[in-house]
């Protein structure tokens, strides 16, 4: 079933779920073990993120360096028909331009078609520092816009490779990321919403939000995502804290602010408290916006299932 489906025939708000494959040549079954705590919560849909190659330099023995490309997670195809096949939940592969090219976006699309998964997710992706040299005749999707229309195009039988003038048309629902405290490269609020609703009118069908720790954030983003005429459903993304460490990577990695309250606690907090800290911090955050029925509610896990069985117990979900 399609992410809009789901939305559409649900009666209470929904809980679907993010998770990361391995790393390359790692075991896969941390992963499986997540994937069982998971399903026990009947998720419609998990996304399952996706990696380009990333250049990593590795110094020598005379001082100077060797640039080695290597993609550090692959996976995501077999992730997602397990996850469909074996436990019939609906999987979101994240789609991302960074390090492919059309055709290779093409190929990757029509294996999806192919294994019945009809949902993705277009995104950027991060900069891995790995421009991939484009052959002669090909050519790469700048922005998350333009992939939603590649997709788009698909679902209507319109092909990159010009030979597949008799192609099949696909069906995919194209979900979009959006940025209720800003994506870190737009001048302002205002133009992150005017791309947004670009990506919209492309054909994105809903979005699902960065992670934020105050929902003011998320109701203010709804807010003028719909001044701006954007009415596809608004999934906000949560994130659960779990180490100190986090207090700088989060808003370093993902260009976020964390509220005072919160970083004092767990500023002062011993290590052992501080999982429950981010739980009931998280569980707040739940409880007001399933008052304000809010369509869905998607947790970034990755590749720790404990803190979302913690929350999931003091909701009583």
Not at 267 to 282: F, L
């Amino acid at each position: 079933m399609r992410v809009t489906e789901h939305l559409y025939k649900a009666n209470e708000t929904l809980i679907s779920f993010e998770i990361i494959p391995p790393k390359r040549g790692g075991d896969i079954k941390q992963l499986l073990g997540v994937l069982e705590d998971l399903v026990k919560f009947n998720p419609p849909f998990i996304d399952i993120t996706s990696h380009a190659a990333e250049v990593l330099y590795e110094e020598t023995s005379n001082g100077g360096f060797n640039m080695k490309i290597k993609r550090k997670r692959p996976g995501t195809l077999g992730i997602c028909a397990l996850i469909q096949n074996k436990y019939s939940i609906d999987a979101v592969p994240h789609v991302i331009c960074n390090g492919f090219t059309k055709e290779e976006t093409e190929d990757f699309l029509i294996e999806l078609h192919y294994l019945g998964i009809d949902n993705v997710l277009a995104v950027r992706g991060d900069d891995s520092g790995y421009k991939k040299p484009i052959k002669f005749g090909r050519s790469t999707n700048n922005y998350a816009e333009d992939l939603v229309k590649q997709i788009y195009k698909m679902n209507n039988g319109i092909y990159v490779e010009d030979t597949l003038l008799d192609a099949e048309k696909t069906n995919f629902c194209v979900g979009v990321g959006g940025y209720p405290e800003k994506h870190f490269e737009a001048p302002n609020m205002d133009v992150d919403i005017k791309y947004a609703k670009e990506k919209v009118d492309a054909g994105a069908e809903y979005i699902v939000t960065q992670m934020f720790f105050d929902n003011k954030h998320y109701y203010e983003y709804v807010e003028k995502c719909r001044a701006a005429g954007i009415e596809v459903p608004i999934i906000p993304g949560l994130k659960m804290i779990t180490g100190k460490n986090q207090l700088t990577s989060l808003p370093k990695n993902f260009h976020i602010d964390l509220p005072s309250e919160l970083v004092n606690e767990i500023s002062e907090a011993k290590q052992e408290h501080i999982i429950e800290i981010g739980v009931n911090w998280t569980a707040k955050q739940v409880e007001d916006l399933l008052n304000n029925s809010s369509p869905a509610i998607h947790f970034y896990i990755m590749q720790n299932s404990n803190p979302i069985n913690l929350l999931m117990k003091k909701l009583n979900l």
